[in-house]
């Protein structure tokens, strides 16, 4: 019944910017962190940047300075602005959520992903 919609991948340039936004929905209580992961081909998922609502924030060395992850607890969505992306950025993003439902179950559930390209 928790669901998780991610949004704003697409193909860039190097040094370009981009915006990813996911949007939680459902039977939820509580969101207790939100975060991003990434996946490209022939590799392992990475924690790519999480928050807590309380705003608390982590990230992977790999994207400090130039990723920001930020969130709005009313509308149950947490966004990734990316700057300066590089060519390594290249991946499957996933949004993933900590969340208490109606029921007082508290689970993580992952969204689809979007395809984020960074190329010349």
């Known amino acids: 019944q928790v669901q998780l919609v991610e949004s704003g991948g697409g193909l860039v340039q190097p040094g370009g910017s981009l915006r990813l936004s996911c949007a939680a929905s459902?039977?939820?209580?509580?969101?207790?962190?939100m975060g991003w992961y990434r996946q490209a081909p022939g590799k392992q998922r990475e924690l790519v940047a999480t928050?807590?609502?309380?705003?608390?924030?982590n990230y992977a060395d790999s994207v400090k300075g130039r990723f920001t992850i930020t969130g709005d607890n009313a509308k149950n969505t947490v966004y990734l602005q990316m700057n300066s992306l590089k060519p390594e950025d290249t991946a499957v993003y996933s949004c993933?959520?900590?969340?208490?439902?109606?029921?007082?179950?508290?689970?993580?559930?992952w969204g689809q992903g979007t395809q984020v390209t960074v190329s010349s």
């Open positions: 928050i807590t609502n309380g705003g608390s924030t």
């Open positions: 459902g039977s939820i209580t509580a969101i207790y962190v």
């Open positions: 993933n959520a900590i969340v208490q439902t109606f029921r007082g179950v508290r689970s993580a559930y």
